[in-house]
Structures are given as C-alpha cells and as structure tokens.
C-alpha cells in the first residue's frame, strides 16, 4: 500500500534491554537512530530516552526506550516498506527473532502511519483484543496498523508524548496524551526519563 501524504508521520518506538556492538542499550538506541537515516528513514524527531523495567516484568533487564516520528520520503509512504527497512537496521544492531518478547538490543516497532489502518478495521479490533496469554505466543501474518497494544503500553506512550501527543488513534479515537492518562499512574511513573 502506497500512500502519498506530504504531511504523514510514521510514528516508531524504539527499545532494547542488551547491549550491541555499539555499547549499552542507550548508545544502541542513538545508533539507531543514524542507521534509520542511512536506510532512508528521515527522522523528523525524537523523544527522550527513558527507562523501564522490562515487559513482561522480570523477563530481563530494564529497558531504554525512545520513540521517532519519521518524515515521508519524496513519493509517500509505503508501510510494508517501512517495515522492511526497521526490521534491516534491527538485524544491523545483532536483533535475532527466537523468543517473542525476548530480551533484544534493539527493537523497532512500526506504531503508526497516520491514520491508516491495516489489514482492515476488524482484524486490527482483533488484535487489539486478543488477550495476553495468546499475545505472547502468536505474532501477525501481515502488518496490524496502528500497533494493535501500543494503547496498553506506557513505555510506549509515554515517550511518544514528547513527540506526538495529539495523534488520534483512528480506531479507539483518542489521542496519545489521552491514551497515557488512561493507563494506570503506576504505570506511568515505571517510566523514567534517562
């Protein structure tokens, strides 16, 4: 799917609770962020650097994460794209897919393009709802969008307020700074700026 929109943000949560070749995870996350723009991926900007205990708790160690909002190239954005080249920078930084929800030096979740919503509005309402037990064990065919938990995760949202607090989910229909302030204060305040 191609979508030309000179004004689309991609909005990508970075993380990783392992250090890489590029040193611990925080350094990891910055050189990240220059292998983004060197796979074409223009970052228009970046939030804090936070840390968190790792999800699920007691799975590993804290994590650092961050969150991006990528510009669009000159013809648009095509989502499928996008992905491909966050899974190759991952793969740059030693991201091997074994365990889900693993400990990982760097992890790139695709978040948001927009408003678009992918497959279609049901199956993104199912994945959205699909209880925890089977999240952790069943990963999607092809690419759920907006990510089907982001609204359940503060270490999600919390970064992305810094950079994009009025973007609307286009399904639940509430923006990032609401979507946070629905989440648990406990929550909330488990993530830390560094």
Not at 22 to 34: F, M, Q
Not at 52 to 72: H, Q, R, S, T
């Amino acid at each position: 799917m191609h979508i030309d929109c000179a004004e689309q943000d991609t909005l990508v949560a970075l993380g990783g609770n392992w250090p890489s070749d590029a040193g611990p995870p925080e350094a990891t996350l910055r050189a990240a962020l220059g292998a983004l723009a060197e796979a074409g991926l223009a970052v228009r900007r970046v939030s804090r650097f936070f840390a968190n205990p790792c999800f699920p708790k007691g799975n590993g160690p804290d994590y650092v994460n961050a969150a991006a909002a990528l510009a669009p190239g000159p013809g648009g954005v095509d989502p499928e794209e996008v992905l491909r080249r966050l899974h190759s920078v991952e793969a740059r930084f030693g991201r091997v897919r074994e365990e889900r929800w693993g400990g990982r030096a760097l992890d790139l979740d695709l978040l948001a393009v927009g408003e678009i919503v992918l497959p279609d509005l049901a199956e993104q309402a199912n994945w959205r709802r699909l209880p925890l037990e089977r999240q952790m064990q069943e990963a999607p065919r092809e690419l759920v969008l907006p990510h089907p938990r982001m609204q359940e995760r503060a270490f999600v949202l919390v970064p992305l307020l810094d950079i994009a607090p009025g973007w609307r989910h286009p399904t639940i229909g509430a923006t990032v700074s609401e979507m946070c302030a629905a989440l648990p204060r406990d929550a909330r305040t488990e993530v830390v700026p560094i």
